[in-house]
């Protein structure tokens, strides 16, 4: 058997092992040994093992991930959530599916201080979804405002998604984050929109909220004055050049914990909960790049990436056209991956066959933007039936809500996201735009 039909017979594995369930760094770690046994034997792998894990992990550009992880923790703890919520509930809760835009919102904020899309989906459902209930709107509006919503934890900076594209494919974190943040907007922007359109045709899904007054609504918004000021401090810090992403998830989990002590009473049994949070999803994150490098690393030797590279270049296809095929695979495997295990595993093997295409653009900025788009579309897969791991997630806390309704519940989001990532296909300037500003 050559070795580049080894590659495809172990990447059919993979595929079957994850949608088996197994844990991704145990089935990353299994098939990549096992095809680095087949094509060069055992003394090869273990010669590898003895050394590459302890380079991948060790590098500097790595440590950006516990501190932004850290950074989430404390934000978790701190009681952030709810003043969100509050304060975006108490400008939108008395418009007709106000509470649900609310929702968008406040997920919106959170995941500019968490980074994690699950984590922002569960964290803001335990707080907007009793508010919903107490204002009887439907099941499916409710848990997909909320699924949807989740998804801007890993678009909107700080996201540990980015940074780990940023350093597979050697480019900037700072300017990712720069380019993520006009399609962050435009995502939540869409989302309140799908909304206020679906109650407009369904007014009975999202009844009005209760009116606000100003001195109340001045209030709310104070309350969270200091999750602005972070978010300010951290990205603006480093657009600014004022320090690297590293020193400004440094920064940012600092700020994030003494807001945590001083306003969310977090207390010493908080503290280590939080170290030992951020502890644990780091060594999942570790272990799934240790797995990831070592299957890729099977696959080079292989030459599969550089064969499938040379084969789509040799295709005859246009540039979109092979664009639009890696992102129409994208949204297949998010139906039965998580968005780090896809990026980890895909970007060896796609990221080559991007830059080899012409878009008209700078190799950075061709890299930019491919990113951002294979990271909203990753996105989109989060919520697409039928295994959206926000939509199970949500689910989980609203029992009472069908999961087929919830799934239902995600199909406006759905519909604004196939137009974002279209508007954003059409023009890269949405998404590359504001790179010359860092210059």
């Given amino acids: 058997m050559t070795g580049l039909a080894i590659s495809f017979l172990m990447f059919g594995v ?28 055992w003394d090869p792998l273990l010669s590898y093992l003895s050394q590459a894990p302890y380079y991948q992990t060790a590098t500097y550009s790595l440590s950006v991930i516990p501190l932004f992880v850290l950074m989430g923790q404390f934000a978790s703890a701190s009681g952030m959530s709810a003043g969100l919520f509050n304060a975006a509930n108490a400008w939108l809760g008395h418009r007709r599916g106000g509470v649900a835009m ?8 959170f995941g500019a201080i968490c980074g994690s899309s699950l984590a922002t989906a569960a964290t803001m459902a335990q707080v907007s979804l009793p508010e919903m209930k ?56 869409g989302y309140m929109l799908a909304v206020n359109i679906y109650c407009r045709i369904h007014p009975d899904a999202g ?17 969270v004055v200091p999750v602005a000021i972070v978010f300010v401090v951290v990205m603006g810090g480093i657009y600014g050049g004022f320090f690297t992403p590293t020193e400004g998830a440094a920064v940012g ?20 909960e939080c170290l030992l949070g951020t502890g644990k999803l780091t060594g999942m994150i570790f272990l799934i790049l240790i797995g990831a490098d070592l299957f890729n690393s099977f ?50 093997v796609v990221f080559p066959i991007v830059m080899g295409l012409d878009f008209g653009m700078t190799p950075e900025q061709t890299a930019i933007w491919f990113g951002i788009l294979a990271l909203v579309v990753v996105e989109v897969g989060l919520i697409t039936p039928p295994f959206g791991l926000n939509v ?48």
Avoid: H
């Fill in 14 to 41: 993979l595929v079957t092992l994850l949608v088996l369930s197994v844990p991704v760094a145990v089935a990353l770690l299994i098939v990549g040994s096992a095809g680095y046994i087949m094509v060069s034997g």
């Fill in 102 to 109: 609310a929702g968008v919102g406040a997920c919106a904020a």
């Fill in 134 to 189: 107490r204002f009887k709107y439907s099941g499916g509006l409710a848990t997909g405002a909320l699924a949807a919503g989740g998804t801007l934890g890993i678009l909107i900076p700080p996201s540990v998604i980015l940074v780990i594209y940023a350093i597979l494919t050697e480019q900037s974190i700072g300017k990712l984050f720069f380019s993520a943040m006009i399609p962050g907007a435009m995502a939540a922007v």
């Fill in 207 to 223: 009844p009005v909220g209760a009116k606000i007054s100003w001195l109340e609504k001045i209030r709310a918004t104070l309350d």
């Fill in 253 to 272: 989990a600092a700020s994030t914990g003494i807001i945590a002590i001083v306003k969310g009473g977090l207390r010493w049994s908080g503290f280590i």
């Fill in 299 to 348: 696959l080079a030797i292989t030459q599969m990436p550089t064969v499938a590279a040379n084969a789509i270049g040799n295709s005859g296809l246009s540039p979109m056209a092979i664009l639009l095929l890696i992102l129409l695979m994208y949204l297949a495997l998010g139906c039965f991956m998580d968005s780090m295990s896809m990026i980890l595993i895909t970007i060896p």
């Fill in 392 to 439: 199970f997630v949500i689910n989980s806390l609203a029992p009472e809500v069908p999961l087929s309704e919830s799934f239902r519940g995600v199909v406006p989001f759905l519909v604004s996201d196939f137009l974002r990532v279209a508007l954003l296909i059409a023009f890269p300037v949405l998404t590359i735009g504001l790179l010359p500003l860092m210059n």
